[in-house]
């Protein structure tokens, strides 16, 4: 079982940056693959990154890849989101996730979510 609580969203203005983090409870965090999703008003749940357990593999959506930045410290049990270059259509509540597979695909834990605005 792992438990995440993200932190780090707010306000930002086009162009602007922010650096989400997501903190997991558990002693097996370094065992799971990480990621970020996200879902805007009326919209699905939309990938937005993902890392492998060790960090040594990461993978992006085409609408973020180039701008987001996903890292993680197995140490301190904290996943983050650098995203820069942020664009109106990045608004959205952003859901940090947990599994035991790395990708692109339906996680099995999730964080209670953080809004992110960006203003045009």
């Known amino acids: 079982q792992v438990q995440l609580v993200e932190s780090g969203g707010g306000l930002v203005q086009a162009g602007g940056s922010l650096r989400l983090s997501c903190a997991a409870s558990?002693?097996?965090?370094?065992?799971?693959?990480m990621g970020w999703f996200r879902q805007a008003p009326g919209k699905e749940h939309e990938f937005v990154a993902a890392?492998?357990?060790?960090?040594?593999?990461?993978y992006y959506a085409d609408s973020v890849k180039g701008r987001f930045t996903i890292s993680r410290d197995n140490a301190k049990n904290t996943v983050y989101l650098q995203m820069n270059s942020l664009k109106p259509e990045d608004t959205a509540v952003y859901y940090c996730?947990?599994?035991?597979?790395?990708?692109?695909?339906?996680?099995?834990?999730w964080g209670q979510g953080t809004q992110v605005t960006v203003s045009s």
């Open positions: 558990g002693r097996t965090f370094s065992s799971y693959a």
């Open positions: 996730t947990a599994d035991r597979l790395f990708g692109n695909h339906q996680y099995d834990y």
């Open positions: 890392i492998s357990w060790s960090g040594a593999s990461t």
